[in-house]
């Protein structure tokens, strides 16, 4: 008896509950173009791989372990470690420095969570479901949007459960429509860096591969940023790198949202970077997928 149900047991159980299109034969040359499948088709597909994703998480609840715990674990160790001595220099103290690196943890988490959609792709790979994938009549593109979607899910998860956790270290939200727009903005961007992983879950070997490159893409890009200190005492080289870092931006932009402050500039400039990447990324993904898979 298997503890877990392998990924083909819940893609047949998907497809049974929203069928694909029968009209098109199964391995077909019309399904190398996803032009030729409807909108509403793709549309439906979507919704078919959507169910499969949720149900290997149902099934698999274990996956959920890090959006479930990284914020609870992260949220506890930089407000009690780092809070008094940051929260002086800010000119308070821990309870200054709950209000500064709350709505930073947000921005963390969009691009944490992010790196999860390359390694399930990966695996994806790996077991051979995507074999299956190849074999229906299904837009390919339909796929990725799929898994996008999931981690989404995944992500306003983890952010609820940050949430929770900030009101009981004493974080005050005192814009409640601010909360819901960082939200918003923190899933777009998350969406845009979630291109970037998929590219990775493509063209690298293993869900291993996937993880040490994610590492090395965010551990500079998270630390290197004003989500959990102010810029002010960085080195000038250091500062300048900051300057650029669409996590700063996006963080000081949750900042004015969410407890008061300026918010235009931080707003459109975390903005501009997500259409960037996606724009770049988000073609670059689904033409690596269409050629490996």
């Given at each position: 008896?298997?503890?877990?149900?392998?990924?083909?047991?819940?893609?047949?159980?998907?497809?049974?509950?929203?069928?694909?299109?029968?009209?098109?034969?199964?391995?077909?040359?019309?399904?190398?173009?996803?032009?030729?499948?409807?909108?509403?088709?793709?549309?439906?597909?979507?919704?078919?791989?959507?169910?499969?994703?949720?149900?290997?998480?149902?099934?698999?609840?274990?996956?959920?372990?890090?959006?479930?715990?990284?914020?609870?674990?992260?949220?506890?160790?930089?407000?009690?470690?780092?809070?008094?001595?940051?929260?002086?220099?800010?000119?308070?103290?821990?309870?200054?420095?709950?209000?500064?690196?709350?709505?930073?943890?947000?921005?963390?988490?969009?691009?944490?969570?992010?790196?999860?959609?390359?390694?399930?792709?990966?695996?994806?790979?790996?077991?051979?479901?995507?074999?299956?994938?190849?074999?229906?009549?299904?837009?390919?593109?339909?796929?990725?949007?799929?898994?996008?979607?999931?981690?989404?899910?995944?992500?306003?998860?983890?952010?609820?459960?940050?949430?929770?956790?900030?009101?009981?270290?004493?974080?005050?939200?005192t814009h409640w429509g601010g909360?819901?727009?960082?939200?918003?903005?923190?899933?777009?961007?998350?969406?845009?860096?979630?291109?970037?992983?998929?590219?990775?879950?493509?063209?690298?070997?293993?869900?291993?591969?996937?993880?040490?490159?994610?590492?090395?893409?965010?551990?500079?890009?998270?630390?290197?940023?004003?989500?959990?200190?102010?810029?002010?005492?960085?080195?000038?080289?250091?500062?300048?790198?900051?300057?650029?870092?669409?996590?700063?931006?996006?963080?000081?932009?949750?900042?004015?949202?969410?407890?008061?402050?300026?918010?235009?500039?931080?707003?459109?400039?975390?903005?501009?970077?997500?259409?960037?990447?996606?724009?770049?990324?988000?073609?670059?993904?689904?033409?690596?997928?269409?050629?490996?898979?």
């Open positions: 008896m298997s503890a877990h149900p392998s990924p083909t047991t819940t893609l047949n159980e998907a497809l049974r509950a929203a069928p694909l299109d029968a009209t098109t034969p199964l391995g077909s040359p019309g399904l190398k173009a996803d032009a030729r499948i409807p909108l509403r088709s793709h549309l439906r597909h979507t919704g078919a791989l959507v169910r499969r994703n949720l149900l290997w998480i149902r099934q698999d609840p274990e996956s959920m372990f890090d959006a479930l715990l990284m914020p609870i674990v992260f949220t506890l160790l930089f407000v009690y470690v780092f809070g008094g001595s940051i929260g002086q220099a800010l000119g308070g103290g821990q309870e200054r420095y709950v209000q500064y690196v709350i709505p930073g943890m947000l921005a963390m988490m969009s691009m944490t969570l992010s790196q999860g959609v390359g390694t399930g792709f990966s695996q994806d790979f790996n077991s051979g479901v995507m074999d299956r994938f190849r074999s229906l009549p299904i837009g390919r593109g339909s796929v990725l949007f799929a898994k996008v979607a999931v981690e989404l899910a995944r992500m306003l998860f983890a952010t609820a459960v940050l949430m929770v956790v900030a009101v009981l270290v004493g974080f005050h939200i909360l819901f727009a960082t939200m918003g903005l923190s899933a777009v961007f998350a969406s845009s860096i979630m291109w970037v992983f998929l590219t990775l879950g493509v063209v690298l070997k293993n869900a291993q591969s996937v993880q040490a490159m994610g590492f090395l893409v965010l551990f500079p890009l998270q630390f290197g940023s004003s989500i959990f200190a102010p810029t002010d005492s960085m080195p000038g080289w250091l500062r300048n790198f900051t300057n650029y870092n669409p996590l700063s931006t996006l963080a000081d932009a949750a900042r004015g949202l969410m407890t008061g402050g300026p918010v235009a500039h931080d707003l459109w400039v975390t903005l501009a970077w997500s259409v960037a990447i996606t724009a770049v990324m988000a073609p670059v993904a689904i033409h690596k997928f269409r050629t490996k898979s």
